[in-house]
């Protein structure tokens, strides 16, 4: 069957609060396939403690601060062991994750559905009678359909168990199996939509472990075939994306007769590939338990490696059609540290998680992509002294994700991390003076003599802070790096907004010709030489920094680098003129606010209100999004503020003698 990463890595079953043998009742039936699972998470319930030393730990450091946050969960009886194996959010109120629990004879399905802010078990139906029933994953096209898959006992053979949830209920699917009397099951499942799904796994074909993938298409789920690594090797498929119904990505691994090593499978074209993927070291055991792809060009993929004593993470990234290893954070000198599950909500912004060794007991681990780099986010655990563990994430846009695992609290539980964003926004005054609603207050040039007004602002999306740029081009860093600037500089027009690139960290600027000046962001173009019909009042980048829309005047937008053109208002006839524009979560739409607070909604940007028709005691001058893209503000030249759809109100300066107008305003996250 392979080598595994030694015994520190007993951990190789996917699902949540798998027993040991002795305490399954498949016992030495199952002993033989079951152990292929190889995620390295949701541990055996009692064999935990041979696996990483004692069970003794320790909450998150003293003082840590951290957006993620324990949400309460439910569990299925009265100190009966329950835990969760994976979680799909179709938006930021509606998540569904799944798992199992020991209900004293036999393993049963788990799950749990997000709705108005609660958790909630909901029922779910089981295999047979007295068998045990697992579910490993589950993916959500939307609110009111979702597919789970894991597997079940018929008899001593574990065989594929798929469970749809529509109309409001759970039922049983029927799932084909590989082989007569042999071992199947799923490990991972992705929907593109409600009528197109892909679930992987594995299956024993008498001696050794084999890929399985099946389909959902015409409302019945078949075998695809899909390719095996070597000859009479096992082959393990943990997890699956598709960005749509013809461009999927599966991670697992393989045995090369030595060691596992990593496999990724491909969909393109209607079949199934093995495409290269790198591995950490020469002989050392690599794994791939989780993957995500933002689009059929953007994917990450996450397991962990053994350096020759011990597990780290591992990371690995899919850009210009090559996998590379991406460097990805530790826990500790010499810990045990593995990722199980990753969710992206475009191709700047991941999310993996899973659990790491703090010397004495597991801790949850989250770590986050941001700006084309890893980093560990402080995470939560239950009590003190406990084992902590994340099995899965999903994340509906970068503000907005769900971690779900276990904890062992006596028995093991089920465990929720929620991560939200802290939501409010600042306002800047042509003077430099720098307002704050629900946001950190870093400084302001409001006391400083300038050589020109500012005319904008942008939010540095990694340190919190944010800049301030003239209308010479001057820019002005507050708790955010500088990178240089147009002051001093003879221009053509003046700057009239900015854009921070969400990739970089850098930032651009662009005057009112359309001419743009690009800090440690790239150039994608410009209108410089360009003769406009109205001039260019503002600017926005697209969520992952591949791009940029620029607006003029008359609503006419100019779209640079990966930036979609979604329609304008150039052609219309407007009551007032354009003064600025945001751009939706995804990058697949935008909105144009004039300065009577109409509104204009492009691609997927929804239309939450104006102010059109309101008489208002000064202009618009600009908008801002909600970090979910579910609402937005606007703020007029006296301080103002106007929120529509989910975007709250958190003050403003509307009725508060100011010495110089607001001129802009961004958010703060």
Not at 147 to 174: C, H, K, R
Request: charged residues 10%; negative net charge; contains cysteine.
């Amino acid at each position: 069957m392979g080598s595994r990463l030694g015994s520190g890595l007993s951990r190789y079953f996917r699902l949540a609060g798998r027993e040991p043998d002795h305490a399954d009742p498949r016992k030495a039936q199952d002993h033989h396939h079951r152990h292929t699972r190889r995620a390295w998470v949701a541990l055996p319930w009692v064999a935990l403690v041979a696996a990483v030393g004692t069970t003794m730990g320790s909450a998150a450091p003293a003082g840590a601060s951290t957006p993620w946050a324990i949400t309460p969960s439910p569990n299925q009886g009265t100190n009966l062991n329950n835990g969760l194996s994976g979680v799909s959010c179709s938006d930021a109120a509606h998540c569904v994750a799944v798992g199992n629990y020991f209900n004293g004879p036999v393993r049963q399905t788990l799950v749990e559905m997000l709705s108005a802010g609660v958790w909630a078990i909901t029922p779910s139906p089981n295999q047979g009678t007295n068998v045990s029933n697992f579910l490993n994953g589950v993916s959500c096209s939307d609110a009111a359909h979702c597919v789970a898959v894991g597997d079940y006992f018929n008899g001593p053979i574990p065989q594929t168990l798929v469970e749809t949830f529509s109309g409001g209920t759970w039922t049983i699917t029927p799932s084909p199996n590989q082989g007569t009397n042999q071992p199947n099951l799923l490990s991972g499942v992705s929907c593109s939509d409600a009528a197109h799904c892909v679930a992987v796994g594995d299956y024993n074909n008498g001696t050794v472990n084999q890929t399985l993938v099946e389909t959902l298409s015409g409302g019945a789920w078949t075998i695809t075939p899909s390719p095996d690594q070597g000859t009479n090797q096992s082959n393990f498929l943990g997890g699956v994306s598709c960005s749509d119904a013809s461009h999927c990505v599966a991670g697992g691994n393989y045995n090369n007769g030595t060691v596992d090593q990593t496999l990724v499978e491909t969909l393109s074209g209607g079949t199934w590939t093995v495409t290269p993927s790198p591995d950490q070291g020469t002989n050392l055991a690599n794994l791939l338990n989780g993957v995500s792809c933002s689009d059929a060009a953007h994917c990450v993929a996450v397991g962990g490696y053994t350096n020759g004593t011990t597990p780290q993470t591992l990371v690995e990234t899919l850009s210009e059609g090559m996998w590379t290893i991406t460097p990805s954070p530790n826990q500790g000198t010499n810990q045990s540290n593995v990722v199980t599950g990753v969710s992206c909500s475009d191709a700047a912004h991941c999310v993996a998680t899973g659990d790491y060794n703090n010397g004495t007991a597991l801790q949850t681990l989250v770590e986050t992509l941001s700006g084309g780099t890893w980093t560990i986010t402080p995470s939560p655990n239950q009590g003190t002294n406990r084992i902590n563990e994340l099995a899965g994430v999903s994340c509906s846009d970068p503000a907005d994700c769900v971690a779900a695992g276990l904890y062992n609290n006596g028995t093991f539980q089920t465990l929720v991390l929620a991560h939200s964003a802290m939501e409010g926004y600042r306002l800047v005054a042509s003077d430099g003076g720098v307002f704050s609603f629900n946001a950190p207050f870093f400084g302001s040039t409001g006391a400083i003599h300038l050589n020109q007004p500012v005319v904008g602002m942008g939010a540095d999306p990694f340190t919190g802070g944010y800049w301030m740029v003239a209308r010479d081009g001057g820019i002005f860093a507050f708790n955010a790096p500088f990178f240089g600037s147009e002051g001093g500089m003879p221009l053509n027009q003046p700057v009239v907004g900015m854009a921070a690139d969400p990739l970089t960290g850098g930032y651009w600027m662009v005057a009112s010709d359309g001419g743009v000046f690009s800090f440690n962001a790239p150039f994608f173009g410009s209108t410089g030489a360009i003769h406009l019909n109205q001039p260019v009042v503002g600017m926005a980048a697209t969520p992952d920094g591949g791009g940029y829309w620029m607006v003029a005047r008359d609503g006419g937008v100019f779209s640079f680098g990966d930036a979609g053109f979604f329609g304008s208002t150039g052609a219309i006839q407007l009551n007032q003129p354009i003064v600025g524009m945001a751009s939706t979560t995804h990058g697949h739409g935008y909105w144009l606010v004039a300065s009577d607070g109409g509104v204009f909604s492009f691609g997927d940007a929804g239309f939450f209100g104006s102010t059109g028709a309101i008489h208002l005691n000064q202009p618009v001058v600009g908008m801002a999004a909600t970090p979910d893209g579910k609402g937005y503000w606007m703020d007029a030249s006296d301080g103002g503020i106007f929120a529509f759809g989910d975007a709250q109100f958190l003050g403003s300066m509307g009725g508060v003698r100011l010495n110089q107008p607001v001129v802009g305003m961004s958010t703060a996250t």
